[in-house]
């Protein structure tokens, strides 16, 4: 029986996955690149410091990971009042996991800082048990760190504990922790594979999420 589900963060409960590539694009352009498709799917569902130097590798670019870190958080901090938006599905997915008193918690690759300032501004932060960050764990997604942690925390068996994930790299962390992982790619995920996933889901609101909880 499910007692807990623990959400991603980007690309799941927001569309920062959009703003990402908006600022990540806007950061390559002036230096002669594009965005490619190969190098955005390696840097999803990483560390932040992992994802920066797969980019910086990728391009062979002389900036430092600190330094490129610093022009991307501009142009994302720049663009976000424009296009962030909620995910399709999570306010309802979340009304029903009130109602039936499930535990819930949010497990991110970004910082535990960044996640709870976004939760809080639009009024979801107290809806989260713990917020559990990228910073918090030595080994990040696809190692499975993050969710045993938040099972510890949650003083739960991980098969007591539905993740719900949009990459496929977060699918194979929730995957290799041993709990009931859930896949809900979008458009960002295209091509991805959610090998050991429980199920995969068409978005947040998928009834399949629902039914699987009252199991």
Known sequence: MIKAVVFDLDGLIFNTEDVFFRATSNFLKPLGYEYEETVRRRMMGQQAHISTRILKDYYSLSLSVDEIRVEIEKAFIAILPQILKVMPGFDGL????????????VCTSSSSEYAKKLLAEHGYLEEFAFVLGGEEVENGKPAPDCYLMAC????LMPEQVMVLEDSENGCRAAVAAGTYAVAVPSSHNEGQHYRGAKLVALTLGDPKIREALCK
């Open 94 to 105: 979340l009304s029903f996991l009130k109602d039936a008193n499930v535990t819930l918690a």
């Open 152 to 155: 510890q925390r949650l003083e």
